[in-house]
């Protein structure tokens, strides 16, 4: 077994945490919802990324390896949590009011991320990662393992979706 050594440009697990812990945290609570479920992903997720990070083979593709991770540990998390029969709609979507990555002041981003709890899981990671993370289709890809068209399809998929929740809610865009 060949053991792969971090190269100059690789970046150092502080650095990575540094760069990328918010803007993954971000992502994963969108995903999830609940703040103790993403500080659970995360610690993994972390944990991850650390042990594999000797394993890096390209400097270049940290971003979407990092969120590929994250992404994987929340589905992972996801998946756990539908097999112990506890959904999404089973959180108040008032909740969200208290979150910290909504501007409550906003109040189309907070109708937003109340909709966006109706959205299927594969919905919502490839509408998060195109319209928060704003990562083109081709990272989307690389991220979750879709192809370049799917993710474009899922992505206007969970647009029109949530465009006609919005609508209901009296928010026209």
């Known amino acids: 077994m060949k053991i792969l050594r971090r190269t100059p440009q690789t ?3 502080d650095e990575i945490l540094a760069e990328y812990y918010e803007p993954l945290y971000r992502h994963v609570r969108r995903m999830v919802v609940s703040h103790d479920d993403a500080k659970d992903v995360m610690q993994e997720a972390m944990l991850r990324i650390f042990q594999g990070l000797d394993s890096l083979k390209d400097s270049s593709a940290v ?7 994250a ?3 929340a589905l992972r998390h996801l998946s756990h949590r539908r097999t112990s029969e506890v959904e999404l709609s089973d ?5 969200l009011e208290d979150e910290p990555y909504i501007d409550r002041s906003d109040g189309i981003a907070l109708a937003l991320a109340k909709a966006m709890t109706a959205l299927t899981v594969r919905q919502r990671q490839v509408f998060d990662l195109r319209h928060y993370d704003e990562m083109s289709f081709a990272d989307i890809s690389a991220v979750t393992g879709m192809a ?11 647009r029109a979706k949530l465009k006609d929740i919005l609508q209901g809610m009296g928010i026209h865009s």
């Open 11 to 13: 970046p150092s697990f």
């Open 63 to 69: 971003r979407t390896w990092v969120w590929r991770i």
């Open 71 to 73: 992404t994987n540990e």
């Open 91 to 95: 959180i108040p979507a008032d909740t």
């Open 148 to 158: 370049e068209d799917t993710a474009r399809a899922t992505f206007h998929q969970a």
